[in-house]
């Protein structure tokens, strides 16, 4: 059974650079026809797509996030990385990392059990 | 960006009710929409998938239906595991979108 982990520090300080990453398991992230994305839920609001990866670096991102957003795939890890810059006290959040399946539709399944990060002096 | 947008945002019933939920798209996605359950302190798990779709192991009172800009999700004789918020989202194009969610409470 696939499961995804989200790892990382939970307390980043303003107009540092969050960095998370994501391990899978019971699956390969270099699987034909699955993106890996991220999903961002600030404290009782919403969610929010950040972006997706391919195993080949493929990436798509959130255009409201594209300057300060890196996703990138270590297939040697089966990992996939968030990287978002210069944050402030609004990218605080839960950070969810899914598998996207892409067939003629798409869908994220499975998420990971997010971790929650605080942007905080 | 295409908006997605629920109704209600939140709704009380009772165990064995039947619920409806309406999702509307700013602009059509043919059936490009999913549902998702998130339970509190949980991360969302898909329910159902291009529009009417039921996603593996989900129980069959979920169902989905529309196309364009107009969805709607449906839970019949409602449980209690199953008091939670539900959000749509579109995968027609990015941004991938979400409504704001409909959180579904106990009467």
């Known amino acids: 059974q696939l499961q995804l982990q989200e790892s990382g520090p939970g307390l980043v300080k303003p107009s540092e650079t969050l960095s998370l990453t994501c391990t899978v398991s019971g699956g390969s992230i270099s699987s034909i026809g699955y993106f890996w994305g991220w999903i961002r839920q600030p404290p009782g609001k919403g969610l929010e797509w950040i972006g997706n990866i391919y195993y080949t670096g493929r990436t798509y991102y959130n255009p409201s996030l594209r300057s300060r957003v890196t996703i990138s795939a270590d297939t040697s890890k089966n990992q996939f990385s968030l990287r978002l810059s210069s944050v402030t006290a609004a990218d605080t959040a839960v950070y969810y990392c899914?598998?996207?399946?892409?067939?003629?539709?798409?869908?994220?399944?499975?998420w990971g059990q997010g971790t929650l990060v605080t942007v905080s002096s | 960006d295409i908006q997605m947008t629920q109704s209600p945002s939140s709704l009380s019933a009772s165990v064995g009710d039947r619920v409806t939920i309406t999702c509307r798209a700013s602009q059509s996605i043919s059936t490009y929409l999913n549902w998702y359950q998130q339970r509190p302190g949980k991360a969302p798990k898909v329910l159902i998938f291009?529009?009417?779709s039921l996603q593996s192991g989900v129980p069959s009172r979920f169902s989905g239906s529309g196309s364009g800009t107009d969805f709607t999700l449906t839970i019949t004789s409602l449980q209690p595991e199953d008091f939670a918020t539900y959000y749509c989202q579109q995968s027609y194009s990015t941004p991938y979108t979400f409504g704001q969610g409909t959180k579904v409470e106990i009467k």
């Open positions: 291009a529009a009417s």
């Open positions: 899914a598998r996207l399946i892409e067939r003629t539709h798409n869908w994220f399944d499975p």
